[in-house]
């Protein structure tokens, strides 16, 4: 299966940066934010909230339908209810 793409670049790539972005503003850390919202500047043209959220949709979906190998029956697992 190929990971999803907008043009050649992976989804989770553009997913990455926006999370190193809001890691930074969390933190309080002013020069962390500025760097992490120069990766981002590049995507803000690039993505549009509805693919973002398909995304996760499909995320979610690839989740439910799978099942976790390491875990016994019964047994809880982080993360997976």
């Known amino acids: 299966m190929t990971e999803p793409r907008f043009g ?6 553009i997913r990455r940066d926006f999370d190193e972005l809001r890691s930074a503003i969390r933190k309080h850390n002013s020069f962390a934010t500025e760097a992490a919202w120069e990766k981002c500047e590049r995507w803000m043209e690039a993505i549009s909230p509805a693919a ?8 979610d ?12 029956p019964g047994q809880k697992r982080f993360g997976h209810d």
Not at 8 to 13: E, I, L, P, W
Not at 52 to 59: K, N, T
Not at 64 to 69: E, G, M, V
């Open 52 to 59: 973002l959220q398909a995304f996760d949709e499909r995320e």
């Open 8 to 13: 050649k670049v992976k989804y989770a790539t």
């Open 61 to 72: 979906e690839d989740a439910l339908n799978s099942k976790p190998q390491d875990a016994r």
